[in-house]
């Protein structure tokens, strides 16, 4: 009944190569990449991945750093997240994810308040998270703007690989006025959506007064907001909306009608009731995890809403999301993990936070998988990575080991 | 998988047919009595809301008579006893007085909403219902049965005595702190304690003498605290830092209470002295660090330390913190960092039990306790087992098998409560 505890990783350092070249020997490697290999290996060389395949098929390079491991999988990709913004004391002077004086602020950017020494970036990157998609939390109209970063390097330039990955946004209870809230927050659900609209309007005008300056060659007249509003309606950057009642979905596939922006979901814990609609919108969602709180607006939310909306096709990701007190933030891992428990197989789940997060994110040709040419990023774990009781025993970024506590 | 819902569906037994005092056989399960160990091919009996007998099958002879049912494959623990949760909405007292122990748990209690029903749905038989911690003293809690009731007397634990059994809430550290009348201090907030307390050996005193005409008015406050002075109610005692809880070990020691230190998560760096006191822990275990300043250095490994220093340890959900469908988790994430696994189990159990003075009634498979139990469909500690039934005093509760408690144990639409439970003070400004 007890599932067999299988090899603990065994870290052997051999002569020193290149700072970036190492090989991951695993028991069984995920590679995501296609079916999961017994006895493989990772050969990463200058940080990138040279080769995967069989123990037999693979040759280290003398004095190439071998790590081993029960399974082996790809750095995991938290889909959204807030670490790094939102910091582990939750106190005034760590509490960046959120900027309550107004309710769009699309021009707040991640990386003038992204914290890589943060603790909790450590934390997660524990548990096999190399890769977050982290910024501007829900709860506001539009509450600024979210960044891609490793979770490894000391300064954000270091960390991060996609400074604007999305602008975030909030429909329904989650961005209807509360406590301490400045002025002009909205009251009610539909007064939330006309603030979006009337955003998405403004930058409409913008843009249609910078062409015609273009056209003759005159200076653009600069507005922060507009301009990366302006990004959102010509399709650089997703608009990434949190709505987890039904009818606030609905809002967004309607606003994403009207005005054609690139629309990712976030949350969604009221997809299962609007399946059909999500399919028709061939929009991407990047789901609830399974033990967010059933309180309030997600009062209805299931541990298997992952389950539910993979199988319906629905282009998926999942997330650590956001939380505003104790625990400051989830575990990817374990939210993995519930999936597999509640609905999805193994390697479903597993995809959910590599490959098919990279996908949703846009990433997926430096992250995501292990496949030759792609980052050498890779979690170790001295047993199947869901279980409860298992260990994740060693996280390399780039070639890089950046964490051997088994935690 | 399939196989087990077979077997179980062989076996359904509902509620009523216990009622008709034919002893219910359980065959063939991996029990785990908690008082004892492990039995592979387990024989449990339950007649008339107690556990009859718990032994190996190939030992003793199955009662004649008895509704037998074949449960092999399937895994038996003991009903989970949870120290520290706040299902049914609980309400403790306001915010006109730091202390407000005359306020009672029970008169704000809806055993209707659906944290009732998921507790069930986490194999929870036995809870203990605290008010909040935004307050030195927040008020009684309640302890509960999770049978299938309307009224929260129905649920209610009963002393000897026929009281409705329950502890105190008490809480220190920064919860507690908040604009007067609430105390600014640490060393404000036991001053206001110790006040209270003297105040109530004091009502104690007066109350003592023979003379009814000397007794002073009835205070309803100060009479509970006399109940903790005098050892018949424990106080349950949230606490994060390291010196707060050092300060109610203090406070313990002044008054002589029975003290359960709840949350503990700087326990690990404390243990001698929690461990000369000889006070038990009930333990909070969340998925990161922090969230709040006295909750930054919570550590897994507390559980293990703790237990290795031979501390009492529990568990709790601390319902919403925790979802109490999950409480199982918990204890694995603390064997994940070295807790042994029969420690666990006790932890989720037994100790729990103690920790609430019913460990004669509940907290282990044993004859002559209340037959509260949980069915599992695998290892206690995987995150791939899910609890298929939970039993209270021989009745069915949950069952995953019935679509309304399916929808409790995994969500979904008409499953939820539009609450948002207020949180720890969580308003105030320093948390």
New interface residues.
Partial sequence: ???PALLAALFLTVAQSSAQDIAVRGRIVHTMAGPRIEDGVVLVQGGKIAAVGRASEVSIPDGVRVLEAAVVTPGLVDAHSSVGLA?????AQDRDELERSAAVQPELRAIDAYNPRE??IE??RGFGVTTIHTGHAPGAVISGQTLIAKTRGDTVDQAVIVPCAMVAATLGAGAVHQ?GDGEGQPGTRAKAAALLRAELVRARTWIEKRDKALAKSEPVERDLRAEIMADVLEQRVPLLVTAQRAQDISTALRLQEEFGFRLVLDGAA?G??VLDQLRAAHVPVIVHPP?F?????????????PGLLRKAGIPLALQSGY?S???????LL?EA??A???GLAFEEALGLVTIDAARLLGIDARVGSLENGKDGDIALYDADP??????CVGVVIEGRVVSDTPR | MLVLAAALARGTVSGELQQAEAPLALVGAHLFPVAGPEIENGLLVVQDGVIAHVGPLDSTPIPAGAVVRDVSGLVILPGLVDTHTHIGQVEGGDSSAPLQPEVRALDSIDVLEPGVQRAQAGGITTVNVMPGSGHLCSGQTVYLKLRDGRTVEELAIRTADGRIAGGLKMANGTNSRRDPPFPGTRAKSAALVRERFVAAQEYARKMADPDPEKHPPRDLGLEVLVEALEGKRIVHHHTHRHDDILTVLRLREEFGLRVVLHHVSDGWKVVDEIAKAGVPCSLIVVDSPGGKLEARDLRWETGRTLSEAGVSVAFHTDDGITDSRLFLRSAALAVRAGLPRDRALEALTLAGARMLDLDQRVGSLEAGKDADFVVLDGDPFSVYTHVLETWVEGRKVFDRTDPRDRLWAVGGQGAGSPYVPPCCGEEEEDR
Avoid: C, Q
């Fill in positions: 009944m007890i599932r910091g582990w004391l939750n106190y603790p909790l934390w997660v406590k009221e299962p009731l033990m709180r059933a309180v309030g607006e997600t009062e209805n939310l299931s541990f298997e809403t939380e007190y104790v625990p400051r933030t989830r575990v374990f993990a519930e597999a428990a509640y869901f279980e409860y009781t298992s260990h």
